[in-house]
């Protein structure tokens, strides 16, 4: 009787697995067929480099392909830290981190404006007891936004490519 059970438990796993097998984004950086010709990173360097790597990964799958555009970005980014909770004794209980990206992106090929867009993302996170949980806090906050950033990046660039 257990191995009977055993039998179709492990077959019903099997076909649920395979199911999935064939997923597939409908925004997926695979289609999108572009290169990075050149870029331009102001503002806070070290978060545009993030976005700029993110979207040199995504260009990766075109390298080679004869019909992927090559594209020129500018990346601005900026950070801001805000108070936004403090207790009796004017103690901060509360941050509110926004990201502000502004992208260019500039076919080169048919010398054209691809994308320019001005994208926002805020989160809130609360201080932690340890100054190093806090800060770990932060940067994952930050990690967060930047990959919103991409996606959005990503799904607007892709609407516009395809046009």
Do not use: H, W
């Not at 936004?84 to 004794?89: F, G, L, V």
């Not at 260019?104 to 691809?114: F, G, P």
């Not at 100054?131 to 996606?151: A, F």
């Amino acid at each position: 009787m257990k191995k009977i059970n055993k039998l179709i438990l492990s077959s019903i796993l099997l076909i649920v697995i395979n199911g999935c097998a064939g997923y597939e984004p409908i925004f997926g950086s695979k289609n999108i067929r572009f290169t990075i010709s050149n870029f331009s990173v102001d503002g806070e360097k070290m978060l545009g480099n993030k976005i700029y790597s993110k979207l040199r990964n995504a260009a990766k799958s075109s390298k080679n392909k004869p019909d992927a555009q090559r594209i020129n970005f500018f990346i601005n980014v900026s950070k801001d830290k805000i108070a936004t909770s403090k207790d009796s004794a004017g103690k901060i209980l509360e941050y509110k981190i926004v990201l502000v990206a502004s992208v260019e992106a500039n076919n080169l090929d048919k010398n054209i404006q691809i994308l320019k867009e001005e994208i926002k993302k805020s989160s809130s996170y609360k201080i932690q007891k340890q100054y190093s949980e806090t800060l770990n806090i932060e940067k994952q906050t930050i990690e967060t936004l930047i990959e919103n950033i991409y996606q959005e990046l990503l799904i607007k660039l892709s609407q516009n490519i395809s046009k």
